[in-house]
């Protein structure tokens, strides 16, 4: 006998985003750790965080706090909630980036399908270009990277040169159409994103994209945006300030 019960719909996959906020941020200068310094009179993590919750794509938000700031860091979110649709989770850091984005995923729900890996130092990303990195990962790529054409002209140094302590011999002129300045958020397929912290999360790699790649999955761009620069120095502090103030005066926040 054939059952015609209907069978409930499966609940919808989710798409969260992991906010690595662990780092000293030795660069900024002396201080708390670089995700705590005020922006605007605000922690740039708060910044990061309401970002990624005001992307129509986002439910949850996973923050990565150093591990002597969790419970400081859990206040200081509960002090600035997100939206009644999102949820948010502090988990403790480890030593290095890869190591916190991997107990990042590991707090993830299984309802998750998408996960957006965002700096905590790119606390001015437009909610657009969140939306536009998550819906390109729900299209169908696996890997998805925001962008921008590099506008300077770029210099190749011979391997072991001194970083800008002295002389160093260039060996090469790349061609600047060919390259661009990533950003985050990156957006991965979450199966793959587990998979290339498996195999390769011990490794060292400036972003996730290129963990992913070393598994030979494509990553493609998408066009970032001006304002989701990454906070580094005291002077790309001064430029946040700028861009924040403009946009409480003509948006409202």
């Known amino acids: 006998m054939t059952d015609t019960t209907p069978k409930s719909p499966s609940p919808p996959l989710r798409t969260a985003a992991v906010i690595p906020a662990a780092g000293a941020g030795v660069r900024l200068g002396p201080g708390a750790p670089k995700a705590l310094r005020p922006l605007g009179g605000t922690p740039m993590l708060v910044h990061a965080v309401r970002a990624m919750a005001r ?47 991997g107990l990042g995923l590991a707090a993830l729900p299984e309802d998750i399908a998408v996960v957006l890996v965002h700096d905590a130092a790119r ?17 169908g790529a696996r890997a998805v990277v925001p962008a921008l054409p590099v506008t300077d002209t770029v210099k190749q140094v011979a391997p072991g040169a001194p970083a800008g302590d002295g002389p160093e011999p260039v060996v090469a002129t790349p061609d600047r159409a060919l390259l661009r300045a990533v950003q985050t958020p990156q957006g991965f397929d979450r199966g793959t994103l587990d998979e290339a912290h498996a195999r390769f999360g011990a490794d060292t790699a400036t972003d996730d994209a290129g963990l992913v790649e070393r598994l030979g999955v494509p990553v493609v761009l998408v066009r970032g945006h ?7 120095r005291p002077l790309d502090l001064v430029l946040a300030e700028a861009v924040l103030a403009r946009r409480r005066m003509n948006d409202g926040f």
Do not use: I, W, Y
């Not at 001006?226 to 580094?232: D, L, N, R, S, W």
């Open 123 to 139: 606390p001015l990303v437009p909610a657009d270009t969140v939306d536009t990195v998550a819906a390109a990962v729900r299209a």
């Open 226 to 232: 001006e304002e989701a620069f990454k906070v580094t």
């Open 55 to 101: 992307a129509r794509a986002v439910s949850l938000v996973v923050v990565v706090a150093p591990p002597a700031e969790v419970a400081a860091v859990r206040s200081l979110l509960d002090e600035h909630p997100p939206p009644p649709a999102v949820d948010q989770v502090v988990v403790p850091g480890g030593a290095t980036r890869q190591e916190s984005v």
